[in-house]
């Protein structure tokens, strides 16, 4: 799954030459905490945020009105407070990547850029969230059942291999290595069919089954 399959292809942005008050009614009419900037053609000159805003915007303690600080605002310029160090990403680039920058600089969302640093779209979290229901198949119904085993090349062919002797669909499947080494194995199906027989087979297979559920479908 690749960020252009997720993004968000129209972005709201602001010029470098707009003011703090415009970004900042902007935001809050649409509920954004940041901003890409671009210039004429589209391409990325910076980023600013609501964080951004409020530094630059008189504190609790000052004693303008607000009708003066919102003069203050109108008179700042985007260029003199949004950071022009922009991490972005590609609409090539996989989802996987995504999650690790979003999660790595603590941000909510990455501006997604062309060749040229044109501004292409924007990726979330909550994209990110939605890539991970459908990549898990969440809105169909199935028993989650989770297997601790030894890190060891085939045993993933090994598993599915049983799930196949048994007729049984496996709706998604996720990997994880645990502190001690071992592999956590999360394993999807749709057991309506062939009923619950497929876990004794894991089991004396030799494979240590855990958190065995039921999911009904998600809309």
């Known amino acids: ?37 671009v210039d004429d053609i589209g391409r990325l000159r910076g980023i600013i945020t609501a964080v951004d805003i409020g530094r630059a915007s008189p504190g609790d303690a000052s004693t303008l009105s607000k009708y003066e600080a919102n003069y203050l605002l109108g008179r700042l310029k985007v260029r003199e407070v949004m950071s022009r160090s922009v991490i972005t990403v590609n609409a090539d680039d996989t989802i996987e990547y995504v999650a690790y ?10 501006p997604v850029v062309d ?4 501004l292409c779209g924007i990726i979330s979290q909550t994209d990110m969230f939605r890539a991970i229901v459908e990549m898990m198949n969440m809105n169909r119904g199935c028993t989650r059942m989770t297997l601790e085993t030894a890190d060891r090349v085939g045993v993933l062919a090994e598993v599915c291999n049983i799930f196949k002797e048994n007729n049984i669909n496996i709706i998604s499947l996720v990997t994880k290595q645990n502190s001690d080494g071992n592999t956590e194995i999360t394993i999807r199906a749709d057991l309506s069919v062939n009923g619950m027989d497929v ?3 894991i089991r004396e297979a030799g494979y240590d089954v855990q958190n065995i559920m039921t999911i009904q479908g998600l809309e």
């Not at 968000?8 to 415009?22: G, K, P, S, Y």
């Not at 920058?101 to 990455?110: E, F, G, N």
Request: proline share 2%; glycine share 2%; no cysteine.
């Open 1 to 37: 799954m690749l960020v252009k399959n997720f993004m968000t292809a129209t972005v709201i942005t602001m010029r470098e030459d707009q003011n703090l008050l415009e970004a900042r009614e902007l935001m809050r009419g649409k509920n954004l905490l940041s901003l890409p900037v």
């Open 199 to 201: 876990i004794e087979h």
């Open 101 to 110: 920058q979003l999660y790595k600089y603590r941000i909510h969302a990455l």
């Open 115 to 118: 060749e040229n640093n044109k």
